[in-house]
């Protein structure tokens, strides 16, 4: 028996090896141990140059050029047209002596930026690598200042219209009944006009001086068809002309020979003569017969190269949007050639602004104002964008440009809890003339 168990034993000793001999081993799944990767080479960026060397007035771009930096940025603020508005990360990537900016393109071996929001003599461009290894840095040079406040606005009252005298005096009016208007001089000095005669003055809608700089004629939305006058030496007030029913014009600009191009609501585009009657009658106005049904917005003579155009920004009725902004050709006494479509809003990333001015500049390029946030757009024939983003205060109401570089915006902040900040009139450094 004692036998018989030991052969029992051997037995299942001998079937246990065979099994252990020929069954393969479980084996554990588990990640490898971090210390056998190979090391990781992050992108570290190199900065070799940016360009304009110097962030004049006019300069809308920055573009920073250099080495892997592509790779390098982790989270930013880039412009998303699509939406018109920022992409929604925490922080940007780049920086301009800690000032972070909006990013408008980016490849591996240039950025483009807009404009920072800072005026240095001098300052350092940093670009944040992605895993926090070393930056890459680069000292830039000068960044002027663009825009200011002008005439110390700070009562908080609204401001409605402007215009520039070719003494480079601005004239500001508010927007109440019977007018108060205020006159800023280039020294940014600011008195108060003196309005002299009996005439009732309306709520004004637009403003622009004569040809001669005599007279400043005003336009309102009233029953009688009116545009007013005010004579600039004397302040004496008086009717300009009466237009012919049923036409109320808003909105007008003169032209170089002293036609005033004039709009409103479904009353077309209009020329009136130099020195017109007291009342005039259908046959002394020549009509452009292409907005009868269309809300003109606003209106202005403008000069490209060698020809004069009346630049129109005009919508289908006066509640909708998008805006078409419109030109006709000048071709002497108060003649419009055909109307050309320009730009139209609808195929941009801003067709849900109103647009309530329109100006060209010397080099050629269309400037929108807006009454939005960041209001200033500028158009070079093939995109349109910001101009100045996130320099300009909110909602641009009215502006005129002046005799050299300066264009001035009344502007409204209806977000901001500072009433001298709730209306005001910006000076803005555009690096080049307009018309």
Not at 158 to 185: G, I, K
Not at 356 to 381: C, E, M, Q, R
Request: net charge neutral.
């Amino acid at each position: 028996m004692k036998t018989a168990n030991i052969l029992l034993g051997g037995c299942l000793v001998l079937v246990f090896f065979v099994v252990w001999l020929f069954v393969p081993a479980c084996k554990y799944e588990v990640a490898e141990p971090l210390w056998y990767r190979e090391h990781e080479e992050l992108p570290i960026p190199k900065i070799n140059s940016v360009s304009p060397s110097h962030a004049t007035a006019g300069v809308n771009y920055i573009t920073i050029y250099g080495e892997k930096l592509e790779g390098a940025l982790d989270t930013m603020r880039i412009y998303n047209p699509t939406l018109d508005t920022n992409m929604a990360f925490s922080y940007s990537a780049v920086y301009f002596s800690g000032t972070p900016v909006d990013i408008k393109n980016i490849t591996s071996n240039s950025i483009t930026v807009y404009r920072p929001r800072l005026v240095a003599d001098s300052c350092i461009i940093t670009i944040v690598p992605r895993k926090a290894l070393v930056p890459a840095t680069y000292s830039y040079g000068r960044i002027e200042a663009v825009a200011s406040s002008f005439g110390d606005f700070v009562e908080a009252i609204p401001l409605s219209t402007l215009a520039v005298d070719n003494n480079e005096n601005l004239y500001v009016c508010e927007q109440n009944t019977n007018w108060r208007m205020w006159v800023v001089s280039p020294s940014n000095v600011k008195r108060q006009f003196t309005f002299s005669g009996s005439t009732t003055r309306r709520i004004m809608t637009d403003m622009k001086i004569t040809n001669d700089f005599k007279y400043l004629c005003c336009f309102s939305n009233n029953s009688l068809r009116e545009i007013q006058r005010v004579d600039l030496s004397t302040g004496a007030t008086a009717r300009y002309t009466q237009m012919p029913s049923p036409r109320i014009v808003t909105v007008g600009d003169f032209d170089t020979q002293g036609y005033l191009y004039v709009g409103g609501s479904k009353t077309d585009l209009c020329s009136i003569p130099p020195n017109p009657p007291s009342s005039l009658t259908a046959a002394q106005i020549r009509t452009a017969g292409t907005y009868t049904t269309d809300d003109i917005l606003t209106i202005n003579v403008c000069r490209v190269g060698t020809v004069d155009y009346v630049y129109v920004a005009a919508r289908q009725s006066a509640t909708t949007l998008p805006i078409k902004i419109y030109r006709h050709q000048l071709t002497g006494s108060g003649t419009m050639g055909q109307r050309e479509l320009v730009l139209d809003l609808a195929g941009t990333p801003f067709s849900n602004r109103k647009v309530t001015g329109i100006h060209v500049s010397s080099s050629g390029k269309l400037f929108l104002l807006t009454d939005a946030p960041n209001p200033l757009l500028v158009y070079d024939g093939t995109s349109i964008d910001y101009f100045y983003k996130e320099i300009l205060p909110p909602r641009g109401r009215h502006s005129v440009w002046g005799r050299s570089n300066s264009l001035y915006m009344v502007s409204y902040d209806s977000t901001t809890a500072d009433p001298a900040k709730l209306w005001n009139v910006i000076k803005i450094n555009m690096g080049e003339t307009g018309f």
